[in-house]
Protein backbone atom coordinates (compact mmCIF):
# COMPACT_ATOMS: atom_id res chain seq x y z
CA UNK A 1 0.00 0.00 0.00
CA UNK A 2 1.30 3.43 -1.16
CA UNK A 3 1.44 6.17 1.61
CA UNK A 4 -1.46 7.85 -0.52
CA UNK A 5 -3.52 5.00 -0.43
CA UNK A 6 -3.05 4.83 3.64
CA UNK A 7 -5.79 8.01 4.13
CA UNK A 8 -8.62 5.88 3.10
CA UNK A 9 -7.64 2.63 4.79
CA UNK A 10 -10.91 0.64 5.81
CA UNK A 11 -10.63 0.67 9.63
CA UNK A 12 -10.78 -2.76 11.62
CA UNK A 13 -14.30 -2.58 12.64
CA UNK A 14 -15.88 -1.13 9.64
CA UNK A 15 -13.71 -3.88 7.75
CA UNK A 16 -15.20 -6.61 9.73
CA UNK A 17 -18.64 -5.44 8.64
CA UNK A 18 -17.75 -4.66 5.03
CA UNK A 19 -15.53 -7.84 3.97
CA UNK A 20 -18.50 -10.48 3.62
CA UNK A 21 -20.90 -8.00 2.06
CA UNK A 22 -17.84 -7.24 -0.57
CA UNK A 23 -17.13 -11.31 -0.47
CA UNK A 24 -21.30 -12.06 -0.96
CA UNK A 25 -21.10 -9.41 -4.09
CA UNK A 26 -18.07 -11.26 -5.49
CA UNK A 27 -19.54 -14.55 -5.45
CA UNK A 28 -23.25 -13.31 -7.02
CA UNK A 29 -22.37 -10.11 -9.31
CA UNK A 30 -25.01 -8.34 -11.60
CA UNK A 31 -25.17 -9.12 -14.78
CA UNK A 32 -24.04 -5.50 -15.32
CA UNK A 33 -20.86 -6.27 -13.39
CA UNK A 34 -19.78 -9.45 -14.70
CA UNK A 35 -19.45 -8.11 -17.97
CA UNK A 36 -16.78 -5.85 -17.14
CA UNK A 37 -15.11 -7.83 -15.35
CA UNK A 38 -14.37 -10.88 -17.90
CA UNK A 39 -12.67 -7.68 -19.70
CA UNK A 40 -10.60 -7.02 -16.56
CA UNK A 41 -9.44 -9.69 -14.48
CA UNK A 42 -6.17 -11.45 -14.58
CA UNK A 43 -4.46 -8.56 -16.27
CA UNK A 44 -6.76 -8.32 -19.52
CA UNK A 45 -5.56 -4.38 -19.05
CA UNK A 46 -1.93 -5.19 -19.50
CA UNK A 47 0.17 -3.81 -16.79
CA UNK A 48 -2.98 -2.75 -14.84
CA UNK A 49 -4.67 -5.37 -11.97
CA UNK A 50 -8.47 -4.37 -11.15
CA UNK A 51 -10.07 -5.56 -8.13
CA UNK A 52 -13.64 -6.63 -7.82
CA UNK A 53 -15.79 -5.35 -5.15
CA UNK A 54 -12.95 -3.65 -3.11
CA UNK A 55 -13.43 -1.79 0.35
CA UNK A 56 -12.47 1.90 0.13
CA UNK A 57 -13.53 3.87 3.40
CA UNK A 58 -16.85 3.06 4.34
CA UNK A 59 -17.63 2.02 0.45
CA UNK A 60 -17.61 -0.76 -1.54
CA UNK A 61 -16.67 0.19 -5.02
CA UNK A 62 -17.29 -2.74 -7.93
CA UNK A 63 -13.44 -2.62 -9.49
CA UNK A 64 -10.42 -0.30 -8.30
CA UNK A 65 -7.21 -0.15 -9.94
CA UNK A 66 -4.52 1.04 -7.52
CA UNK A 67 -1.86 1.88 -10.11
CA UNK A 68 -4.81 4.08 -12.24
CA UNK A 69 -6.12 5.01 -9.19
CA UNK A 70 -9.16 4.30 -11.21
CA UNK A 71 -12.75 3.33 -9.48
CA UNK A 72 -15.40 2.09 -11.90
CA UNK A 73 -19.03 2.05 -10.99
CA UNK A 74 -21.75 0.09 -12.93
CA UNK A 75 -24.81 1.29 -12.29
CA UNK A 76 -27.64 -0.23 -12.43
CA UNK A 77 -31.51 0.37 -11.88
CA UNK A 78 -30.86 1.00 -7.72
CA UNK A 79 -29.11 4.25 -8.67
CA UNK A 80 -31.83 5.85 -9.96
CA UNK A 81 -33.28 6.16 -6.54
CA UNK A 82 -29.89 6.79 -4.52
CA UNK A 83 -28.50 9.79 -6.58
CA UNK A 84 -27.27 12.07 -3.88
CA UNK A 85 -25.93 8.86 -1.75
CA UNK A 86 -24.11 8.37 -4.90
CA UNK A 87 -23.04 12.03 -5.57
CA UNK A 88 -21.89 12.05 -2.10
CA UNK A 89 -19.69 8.59 -2.59
CA UNK A 90 -18.29 10.29 -5.61
CA UNK A 91 -17.20 13.17 -4.67
CA UNK A 92 -15.27 11.41 -1.05
CA UNK A 93 -13.49 9.03 -3.77
CA UNK A 94 -12.52 12.11 -5.73
CA UNK A 95 -11.24 13.86 -2.91
CA UNK A 96 -8.88 10.95 -2.10
CA UNK A 97 -7.80 11.88 -6.15
CA UNK A 98 -8.93 8.82 -7.21
CA UNK A 99 -10.99 8.91 -10.75
CA UNK A 100 -14.23 7.62 -11.09
CA UNK A 101 -15.82 6.36 -14.51
CA UNK A 102 -20.12 5.31 -14.19
CA UNK A 103 -21.77 3.20 -16.59
Not at 21 to 42: D, F
Not at 72 to 80: A, R, T
Amino acid sequence: MDKQDKRWHTEAALWDKLKPIACEKRKQPTVAENIPWQHLHNYQVPGFKFRRQHCIGQFIVDFYCSKARLVIEVDGLIHHYQKEEDSLRQEYLESLGLKVLRF
